[in-house]
T-cell receptor, first 116, second 115 residues
Framework: AQKVTQAQTEISVVEKEDVTLDCVYE???????LFWYKQPPSGELVFLIR??????QNEISGRYSWNFQKSTSSFNFTITASQVVDSAVYFC?????????????FGTGTKLQVIP | GAVVSQHPSRVICKSGTSVKIECRSL??????MFWYRQFPKQSLMLMAT?????????EQGVEKDKFLINHASLTLSTLTVTSAHPEDSSFYIC???????????FGQGTRLTVV
């Protein structure tokens, strides 16, 4: 069984602050993929990143960075110098080998509000 | 990223009627399409997975006779909510994935309101 936990339901930060969104996952698969998606108020899901379970290197893309720690089964997402446009719901997700990578399990999402 | 177009974005229908939602991959061939349902302030729940040319695989608890899924071509999948009831009101969102590609790209979603 797969499970993704995003303990933070809602976070509010003031613009330009850094913010970290937590994601903890559970899976019996040794091979799996982790994802982050952004869902702005308009509703569509925007793909942000995919990480293979064998690749524990952290990644930085502009103001976004991701910290993958296999030892703690966490895949946290940090936004540096947050902006109002970052306001959205962010979902962490997992897809494992046992499901043929077909089934993606989503966390419950973290709603981020960036206050100007 | 690849483009997935979902239509309509919003629909209001009367109780007892059926409504069809389309999901199209515009610039790639979608060998697999997924349909999700999202209740307000909740996560996405997978309803079914469909591979082109074959019957959809439904998740436990999803009524296949109520939520008809057709994936007739590599660029189009449809979800038909039959005999809709107010409790079917929700946000439905599709995603599509090409052969050998791990990322699934999402449509814009459809907000269904049954009155």
């Amino acid at each position: 069984a797969q499970k993704v936990t995003q303990a933070q339901t809602e976070i509010s930060v003031v613009e330009k602050e850094d913010v970290t969104l937590d994601c903890v996952y559970e899976t019996r698969d040794t091979t799996y993929y982790l994802f982050w998606y952004k869902q702005p108020p308009s509703g569509e899901l925007v793909f942000l990143i995919r990480r293979n379970s064998f690749d524990e290197q952290n990644e930085i893309s502009g103001r976004y960075s991701w910290n993958f720690q296999k030892s703690t089964s966490s895949f946290n997402f940090t936004i540096t110098a947050s902006q109002v446009v970052d306001s959205a719901v962010y979902f962490c997700a997992l897809s494992g080998l046992s499901g043929g990578y077909q089934k993606v399990t989503f966390g419950t999402g973290t709603k981020l509000q960036v206050i100007p | 990223g690849a483009v997935v177009s979902q239509h309509p974005s919003r629909v209001i229908c009367k109780s007892g009627t059926s409504v069809k939602i389309e999901c199209r991959s515009l610039d790639f061939q979608a060998t697999t399409m997924f349909w999700y349902r999202q209740f307000p302030k909740q996560s996405l729940m997978l309803m079914a997975t469909s591979n082109e040319g074959s019957k959809a695989t439904y998740e436990q608890g999803v009524e296949k006779d109520k939520f008809l899924i057709n994936h007739a071509s590599l660029t189009l999948s449809t979800l038909t909510v039959t005999s809709a009831h107010p409790e079917d009101s929700s946000f439905y969102i599709c995603s599509a994935r090409g052969r050998g590609v791990m990322e699934a790209f999402f449509g814009q979603g459809t907000r269904l309101t049954v009155v």
